[in-house]
Each structure stands twice: as C-alpha cells, then as structure tokens.
C-alpha cells in the first residue's frame, strides 16, 4: 500500500515538474484537447513506479519526460499527424507582411465584444490545425517569446506571428461583433 | 480586465495544475480500491478469455483450413507492392466540408461479397464500424441538417492497439479526403491487371483504386507491408 512518505515524494515532484512536463505536453501533443489526459496518466504512472521503486530526484524530470513520450504516443491515431499539417504557411505574401509587424502582437488592439472567453478558447482549441490553441498557449498563458516558440515548435517566426495574427483577426470578425455573443 | 487576462483564466480553467492533481489523487485511490477486489474482478474475465481463446483456436484451424482450400495461388501470395514513401513535404491537408455519421445498424452496399469472396483482415483487428459521409449542398450552410448528400461509406476495421484498415467506397463518388499527395509519376503495383499507387508515411499506407464498379479508397494504419499485400489482395481477384 502507497505510504504517506511517497505521497509527500510525489507532491514534491508534481510541484517541481508540472510546468516543464506541461509545456512538453503542449508542445509534443498532437491535439491539446488530449493535454490534461496525457498529464493525469503521466503523473499517474509516476505514483504507481514510485509505490514499486525508489527514484532518485536526480534526473527525475528526464524521467517523466520518458513517460510522457509513452502516454503522447498513446494518444497518436490515425493520420493525426499529417492531418494536422496546414497549408497555412505556404502562402509566401502574408509571412513578408507579417514579418514587417513587432513581435510583441496586442490582444488588446483587437476587439472582440464576447466576454465568454471559456467558449472562444474551445473555439481555438477546435482549430484543425493544431498549432494554432499550442501557439495561444504557449504566448499568453505561458508568456513565451515569438522567438522561444518558434524554437519549441521547430517553425520560423513568421508562421507564428502569421498564426496569432489571422486567428485574432478571426475572432474579431467571429466575436467583435456581438452577433455571436448569445450563442 | 484585458483580454489577455480573460484569455489566461480561461485557459486555466481548462487545463489546471490544481484540477490535474485532484483527479491524478483520485484516480490514485481508485487504483488501490480496485486492487482490494482484484481478484473478483479477474475471475469473470479468466473464465471468459479461456472460453473465447477455445472457440478462436476452433475457429483458426476451420478458418486455417479453408483458406487453404479456397486462396488464391502463391503468386499471389508473395505480391511485390512497389510502395511510394512520402515525407512531411509531400503531403498537404484541405479543408474538407462533410459530416460523417457512425451508424453500425444501417444496411450499406458491401463492396467485397462478390465471388463468392471474403476479405483477409488481419484477426486482431476485433472492432468494425460503419460511417457514412455527407456533403452539403447548400454551400452557404454550415448547418448539420443540410448535410444530407450521401458521398460515401467507410468501413473501419481496428482494434485497442492503433492497428486498423479503413476502407471508404463509393459507386458514384471518388471518395473524399482532407489531404492529398504531391504526385511526381510514381511507382505503380499491378494486382490481377488492376494498377494502383501505393503510397506510406511512417506506419500508414494509403491506396486508392477502381475495381468491380466501386472507387476505393484505403489508409491503414500500423498495418504490415504483408498484411496489406494480403488484404489487397483479397478484394482484386
């Protein structure tokens, strides 16, 4: 039976690893509606192997990461991944005019009139391509750089910028109006 | 409040570190429930799994027999498929306007019943469903109930472990797609005079063809070069 000594281990190791194993997941997940699930088996598995072994703190996070890697997989089907694959950024004039815009894209500057943000980030997170809710999250929920993303994601900045750009444009056009608003 | 701070909080409402912990600690109890009644939890399942895995060994020497009997020549058997391996580049998605509809209890035309002929599924793969797509007349309409043009069937056969052969059909309609593939002239695999691209990317391969009035269209997924061969050739007698 789980001792109160490996619940105390495990808390510990939650706390210290939960944001990495996050933005991993983020980054890694071919859709971010499976994140939490991903999550919630990685750490799961983690309290089953430390009721069976000791783990040292050393490299642990290495070693979640391991896990992970298992659970994304997991939640890999059927041509996810190509299916995911945009023609997007192949439209060579929008990423010249993007690139002559500042890094920093303001959320604000656009209006959007529908204050249940709840159902515009379902919105986003429904995007066909998956980039999209991984880009929103990765820049205003964990304040990352256009710069650190595009290196996460192994995109150039451009397509970034390109992607936050048309999808606030987006929802302004879908919410700014207030047509929308009692759905 | 901004509208990066309404964003943040919605966000963190959906995935939150707090929420994640409470269902990982209960989950964690479940796990150690569960083992208290393990054994009565086991003891359906055992006795059910010698009973199937009885009426499967039956069945495979009956089934071993008889493809034995019926299949096609060695030939056949040892099909050379000359596959197109794609890359990333060579595959581009489309924006597909369909809504497919899972329905196992409705009667479908089956496109393989011909001859007297079954198709060769790989065993493991347990599960068959049934999908119908529909496409929209009305373009300007994005609502489900104008969805209502049948286009194609899809017969999915998988199983719990990621295997799985879909196939889509259609008398009248090239199957539909989201995706389709940079074609620079390639390999073509000849099965009993019919010619088709076989295409792979990582452990899917993709065909379609034309054959016996029907347009098909086929992905598999985690499916052996062999047991496609196999399967392939099971349709193109």
């Known amino acids: 039976m789980a001792s109160q000594s490996n619940l105390y281990k495990f808390n510990d190791i939650y706390d210290k690893t939960y944001l990495d194993i996050l933005k991993y997941v983020i980054v890694k997940c071919h859709n971010i509606n499976d994140a939490n699930d991903i999550i919630q088996e990685t750490y799961l598995e983690l309290w089953n192997i430390l009721n069976k072994k000791e783990l040292s703190n050393k490299n642990i996070k290495s070693y979640i990461i391991g896990i992970t890697n298992n659970k994304i997989k997991k939640h890999f089907t059927l041509l996810q991944k190509i299916k995911t694959i945009s023609i997007f950024e192949k439209n060579v004039n929008d990423i010249e005019l993007i690139d002559l815009m500042e890094d920093d894209i303001n959320i604000e500057n656009f209006i959007i009139r529908r204050d249940d943000w709840t159902f515009i980030w379902k919105y986003i997170k429904s995007k066909k391509n998956q980039n999209i809710p991984k880009v929103f999250y990765l820049y205003y929920q964990m304040d990352l750089s256009i710069k650190e993303i595009s290196k996460v994601l192994n995109v150039n900045e451009s397509y970034i910028k390109n992607l936050i750009y048309r999808t606030l444009k987006e929802l302004q056009s879908k919410f700014g109006n207030g047509e929308n608003s009692n759905d | ?237």
Not at chain 2, 14 to 29: E, H, Q
Not at chain 2, 83 to 92: A, K, P, R, T
Not at chain 2, 107 to 115: E, G, Q, S, W
Request: glycine residues 2%.
């Open chain 2, 1 to 237: 409040m901004t509208n990066k701070e309404k964003l943040k909080n919605a966000i963190d409402k959906d995935i939150n570190k707090t929420k994640n912990y409470n269902l990982v600690i209960n989950n964690m109890d479940k796990g150690s429930n569960n083992k208290k009644h393990l054994w009565k939890l086991c003891f359906v399942p055992i006795c059910l799994s010698i009973l199937i895995i009885g009426i499967m060994f039956i069945n495979q020497n009956r089934l071993t027999n008889e493809l034995s009997q019926n299949f096609n020549t060695d030939e056949e058997q040892n099909l050379k498929l000359n596959i197109n391996i794609l890359n990333n580049d060579e595959i581009i998605s489309l924006d597909t306007n369909v809504d497919i509809i899972l329905d196992n209890n409705i009667n479908i035309p089956y496109p393989f019943k011909y001859d007297g002929g079954e198709i060769i599924i790989p065993h493991d793969l347990d599960k068959s469903n049934t999908y119908i797509v529909y496409t929209n007349a009305n373009k300007d309409s994005y609502d489900s109930l104008s969805y209502n043009v049948l286009y194609n069937y899809i017969l999915c056969y998988t199983n719990d472990n990621g295997r799985n052969i879909k196939v889509a059909y259609s008398k009248d309609n090239i199957p539909i797609r989201d995706y389709f593939f940079k074609d620079n002239g390639l390999k073509t695999t000849t099965i009993n005079g019919i010619e088709l691209k076989i295409y792979q990317f990582e452990n899917n391969y993709f065909t379609n063809f034309n054959y016996n009035n029907y347009n098909f269209d086929i992905e598999t997924s985690n499916i052996t070069e062999k047991e496609l061969s196999d399967f392939l050739l099971s349709i193109i007698k």
